[in-house]
């Protein structure tokens, strides 16, 4: 009988290619994850893995476990969650991973009623923003996943993974009140910003990639970025004190701070989405739609509450 978690072990290999890799997804040592795999070669009785240079490297049997330990995997997965629907046991670990946003304004409004409700209930989070977070998803290592897209800049959809948006809301221009531009009260055009020097994400990431393309759709100019941070706190400071403008998501709040003026913007809207996104099938286990339902309230009362927004509405599928 092959055990399931030597499968995983293997499975990981495949896909993330070192023994140093595995061992930091799965939370062993290399070691330990190079034991697992001289195991279950004995259990297959054929060679899984070999040598090359330094590293390790799959053989053509070892490949093809792979691809099958994949389904055995998931299917391992589905009985599982389908023992705990058919419990209806609220219990266990729900793993989040989310963006500052969509946190502070869905996530920790939750926590409370969660934790009345469902005591056995556990919610771990963690912020970040990665490129691989969904691939994270996929493969397990979390549960529920909340994402920001743009409407220049909508993440490709996946068959395996079901999302839906919960809030829509506007992209503004947040500018310093000392600035010239911040006088007035009306839109703005982008092509007035030509000039100004900018505050954005480090490079690769949504906020700078949709604040770049804005610029140059709307504006018919390259932006002048002169500070780059993806700490909300320290954008602020640049716009206020380092006279530099920026686009600023409508939950972001900017207007509520000393120093800085926030305008919309007059050429087209530029929308950002608070997309949740679980595993196709996820649901079935009552912890995970314990919190997704939470979730879906907490976004109902945020954007009740603030005129600004717009409430999302479930995608079909993946």
């Not at 092509?191 to 020097?197: D, F, G, K």
């Not at 994400?201 to 949709?210: E, F, K, L, R, Y």
Request: hydrophobic letters at 45%.
């Amino acid at each position: 009988m092959l055990d399931l978690a030597r499968l995983r072990v293997l499975r990981e290999l495949k896909l993330r290619g070192t023994v140093g890799a595995v061992a930091e997804a799965l939370g062993y040592s290399p070691s330990a994850v190079s034991q697992q795999l001289a195991q279950l070669q004995k259990d297959v009785g054929v060679s899984l893995v070999e040598r090359a240079g330094r590293r390790l490297r799959l053989t053509e049997a070892g490949d093809v476990l792979a691809g099958h330990a994949e389904t055995l995997l998931a299917g391992a997965h589905r009985a599982e969650e389908a023992a705990l629907a058919a419990s209806g046991r609220v219990a266990g670990v729900v793993r989040v991973v989310g963006f500052t946003t969509a946190l502070v304004h869905v996530l920790a409004p939750a926590l409370p009623g969660l934790a009345e409700r469902y005591p056995e209930l556990v919610v771990d989070v963690m912020e970040e923003e990665f490129v691989r977070v969904l691939q994270a998803l996929v493969l397990q290592e979390i549960d529920v996943v909340l994402t920001d897209e743009y409407s220049h800049l909508p993440r490709p959809r996946r068959p395996e993974l079901t999302s839906e948006v919960l809030v829509i809301e506007k992209m503004r221009l947040a500018l310093p009140a000392a600035h010239p531009l911040a006088r007035g009260t009306g839109p703005l055009r982008m092509a007035e910003l030509a000039e100004i020097p900018w505050a954005t994400g480090h490079i690769g990431t949504n906020h700078a990639d949709v604040m770049e393309r804005t610029c140059v759709e709307l504006g018919g100019f390259r932006p002048n970025v002169r500070y780059r941070s993806n700490d909300m706190l320290v954008i602020f400071a640049m716009i206020a004190r380092g006279g530099a403008a920026c686009l600023v998501p409508d939950l972001a709040l900017a207007e509520l701070e000393e120093g800085i003026v926030v305008r919309d913007i007059a050429d087209a809207p530029v929308e950002r989405r608070m997309v949740l996104w679980t595993r196709t099938g996820a649901d079935v286990r009552p912890s995970v739609r314990a919190v997704l339902e939470a979730l879906r309230r907490s976004a109902d009362e945020l954007a009740a509450g603030r005129t600004t927004l717009v409430r999302g509405v479930p995608s079909a599928g993946g």
